[in-house]
Each structure stands twice: as C-alpha cells, then as structure tokens.
C-alpha cells in the first residue's frame, strides 16, 4: 500500500499566518500538523507517500525533507491550482501506479490513528473505503448515505443544502486501483474542480462495493486558528513530563510539562499541561496551562495562558494573554495604553505593541 496526502491548499481561513507558511506545517504541540499525519501513515506500515504540493511547494520540501527522518520515502507531486481531490489523484497516477493506497488531507488530525480501519479495508478490500465522523451540521462537508443494514455506502453528496445523513467525510479515504477509471470518467464539478466525491459515486454507479468506515475518536480540521488552538489543548493533555533543558531553584513546575534541550526556566512558574521548545528563555513569567512554546523564543516577565506561541518569537511584559496564536519570530511587547487582557492572532514577522 502507497499513501498521497494532500498538501497543496492555500489556508484562506488561516490567514496572516498562510501567507507566509503553509497552513499544514502550523504546530500542534510543536510539530507541524502535516508531521502528525505522516506519523498516523507509517504507524500502518505505510512508507512509500506522496505529497501533492502547490505554490509552497519548498518549504515544505524543507521541513520534511526525502521522509528518512520520519522513516518514510517522500515523493512530491506538484499542482499548478487546486483543481479538486480527484484531480489530486489523476496527477499522482504514475507514483500510485496498481497499489491500493490511502489518501488523507495534510490538515486533518485524528490523535487516535486509523489502524483499525486499514486492517478492515485490507480484510475487505471494497473498491474504495471512506472514513466519516458524525457531524451536528454536514451541510459543510461531503455526506454519505448508507444501506440500512450495513455500512455500504448507496449515495455521496458534496456539501448538500438538505443533508441525508450525518455522516461527514473526514478526509480520510482508502482505494484501490478502481478509482483511476473513476476518476478518468468524471468531469469537473459547477465549482471547476474534479471532486472525489463525484468519482466514488462513479463507483457506487457502477457497481463497485463502496464501504463507509465510522470513525469515533477526536477529528479536527485545523483549517481555523481556534481549531488550531483546540487541537493543541486536546494533544496536550496526553502530555508526560520530560526535562532536557535547566530550571532554576526558584521556578515551579506544577503538572506535566516537557522542555527541550537548552531551554532555561528563570524565576517562573510553568503549569501544565506545557511543552517549551529547544533554545527558547521564560523568565519571570507564568506560563500555562494548555500552552505550546516554540525554539528559541524569549519571554519575559508575562502571563500566557492557552496559547500556542512559534519559533523565534519574544513576548515581553505582557500580563494577560490568552487563546492566541502567535507567529514565527513575531515581537510583542508593551505600550503605555492600559488594558488587562488580550487576545491576538499574530502572523509571521509581526510586530505588536500592548497595554503593559
């Protein structure tokens, strides 16, 4: 089995921060989400992927490299527009070659892996296998319809104004060979773009067996800086203190907390759940719960709470922040309006004055 996960999107809902990095090497728990999924493919065994790239294509050819690392073998697929999933595929035809293969949205987090789910689509080996999650409102989302009796899926519909089911398709999908003709056979949808949908209707259509395999653990689409922050707060409850870096006899640790090699802890209480990055100083400052710190990021004499905070920023005497997002090398530091708390959603190279 081969893998093609999608990293081609422009992170329109991501913005500042997607125009200046892709929206899949945004940090959950300081790593890139697109790393989470490559992690949930190769725990299948799954080692031969290719990533669909688009305009920044190189920096994320820089992040992850050939795969050795991450002990898979990356082949880069590149896209000139995001003309749909299923166009995703047609490109990929040579790298697929007749190996079934999973396909997976380069945003999309499923902490709890999909293990069970590959092991039935290699038992059962129907034409196509797509992964739903019960959803309040699919009107945003592909929905499949099933079989009364069983998860054979009768019917996909692409964000339908009436939905027939809950059932949402998560991004998750597991193919075999069939799909190339599917995909050949269809045309672009009214919104210009070859969707997968619309292809594994074409097998549904046809005859194909098409199953639907319900997923039941934690999803998230990290299109979103709240979805982004929700995420980070979930994986980090699973946290285990882990210390390579200096705390000094003042400071506190309360809770888990995991700080990286040549990170220094100075005169500061750090409650967890907390990760802090390789490099990165906190002085005088509390710090947590529920917060991710990048590498080498300086914060000084400030309070952040719930917050995910990326390589090379400084936060200086801030004394209230929460719920934000700061980018990479962005500066805050006072100004001399007064105001107790604050909120930011910060992009890459920014620099902001608040109320000290």
């Not at 995420?231 to 699973?238: M, P, S, V």
């Not at 991710?292 to 004499?301: E, F, M, P, Q």
């Amino acid at each position: 089995m081969k893998a093609l996960v999608l990293s081609g999107g422009s992170g329109t809902r991501l913005r500042p921060f997607s125009y200046s990095m892709p929206k899949q090497l945004i940090p959950v728990v300081n790593k890139p989400v697109l790393e989470h999924v490559l992690d949930n493919i190769t725990a299948l065994g799954v080692t031969d992927i290719g990533i669909i790239v688009g305009e920044r294509a190189d920096e994320i050819r820089d992040a992850l490299g050939d795969g050795a690392q991450l002990g898979a073998r990356l082949t880069y697929i590149h896209q000139d527009a995001p003309l749909g999933l299923a166009h995703c595929v047609r490109l990929a035809r040579t790298f697929l070659g007749d190996d079934d293969f999973i396909m997976y949205l380069g945003d999309n987090m499923l902490p709890g892996g999909i293990k069970d789910i590959a092991a039935r689509f290699t038992a059962e080996r129907p034409a196509a296998q797509v992964v739903v999650h019960q959803v309040p409102d699919p009107r945003a989302f592909g929905v499949a319809e099933l079989a009364a009796d069983d998860d054979t899926v009768v019917r996909l519909v692409e964000k339908p104004e009436h939905p027939g089911s809950d059932l949402a398709l998560i991004g998750v999908y597991l193919f075999t060979p069939a799909i190339h003709e599917a995909v050949a056979a269809i045309e672009p949808s009214p919104r210009g773009e070859l969707e997968i949908t619309d292809a594994i209707q074409w097998l549904v259509t046809h005859g194909a067996e098409v199953k639907a395999a319900r997923y039941t653990g934690y999803w998230k689409d990290t299109g979103r800086a709240q979805d982004v922050l929700e995420c980070n707060r979930r994986l980090l409850a699973e946290l285990t203190t882990h210390i390579a870096g200096d705390v000094d006899a003042t400071s506190e640790l309360i809770g888990p907390v995991v700080i990286g090699t040549g990170a220094r802890i100075v005169r500061s209480r750090i409650t967890g759940p907390v990760v802090i990055g390789a490099g990165t100083l906190i002085e005088d400052s509390h710090i947590g719960p529920d917060t991710s710190i990048g590498d080498n990021c300086v914060l000084r004499a400030s309070r952040l709470v719930d917050s995910i905070v990326m390589n090379g920023a400084s936060i200086v005497q801030i004394p209230g922040l929460t719920g934000s997002l700061i980018g990479r090398a962005a500066t805050i530091g006072p100004s001399d309006h007064d105001q107790a708390h604050h909120r930011l959603v910060v992009g890459d190279h920014t620099h902001v004055e608040v109320a000290a």
